[in-house]
């Protein structure tokens, strides 16, 4: 099931919002509220706040905090403030105050292992263990590695 978050005209730039968005996304969002604050990022308290609004409504379907995971983090573009600054001569120099949305979507990771499903037919033979075969091939080449590393030490040392 999936927990949706949106976080509309945050005064901070995307280009900074996604530097934050990429370190979260790599964490669960438990870990992202204890972490992200450390970050001295402009961007790091509007995404809290979207991260923690996200499992509060997730808590409202009571789903464990410890079973969520990030789905996606989106940071879009909002609308800009054009502003400027009255400089000599009578002129202005225009600025643009760039605004952004943040949505954040976790999914709940159920505990239950996923079974295997077993091959309808059931007539097939089942496979040589091909991980058997490469451990022994492996042991022999060592082996010959060894070898050679003695008979090289061997040499050198008459």
């Given amino acids: ?11 901070v730039s995307p280009k900074k ?7 979260a996304k790599k964490m ?3 870990e992202a509220v204890d972490r992200l604050p450390f970050l001295r990022k402009s961007g790091t308290e509007p995404m809290i706040k979207a991260i923690k609004t996200a499992i509060a409504n997730a808590k409202d ?5 410890n079973l969520l995971r990030f789905k996606e983090i989106q940071i879009n573009e909002g609308p800009r403030l ?9 002129r202005w120099h225009p600025f643009v105050k760039r605004m952004s949305h943040i949505r954040v979507v976790i999914t709940s990771v159920s505990q239950e292992p996923v079974k295997k499903q077993q091959s309808e037919n059931k007539d097939e ?4 263990d091909s991980s058997k075969v490469k451990n022994e091939k492996s042991k022999i080449q060592l082996k010959s590695k060894k070898d050679v590393k003695e008979k090289n030490l061997k040499k050198k040392k008459k």
Avoid at 17 to 23: E, I, K, P, S, T
Avoid at 61 to 65: A, L, N, P, V
Avoid at 82 to 90: A, I, Q
Avoid at 125 to 128: E, G, Q, V
């Fill in 61 to 65: 379907k009571e789903i464990s905090d």
């Fill in 82 to 90: 054009k502003r400027g600054r009255p400089v000599s001569r009578g």
């Fill in 28 to 30: 669960t969002p438990l």
């Fill in 125 to 128: 033979k089942p496979k040589a």
């Fill in 1 to 11: 099931m999936d927990f949706f978050a949106i976080q509309k005209f945050v005064k």
């Fill in 17 to 23: 919002l996604r530097l934050v968005a990429n370190v």
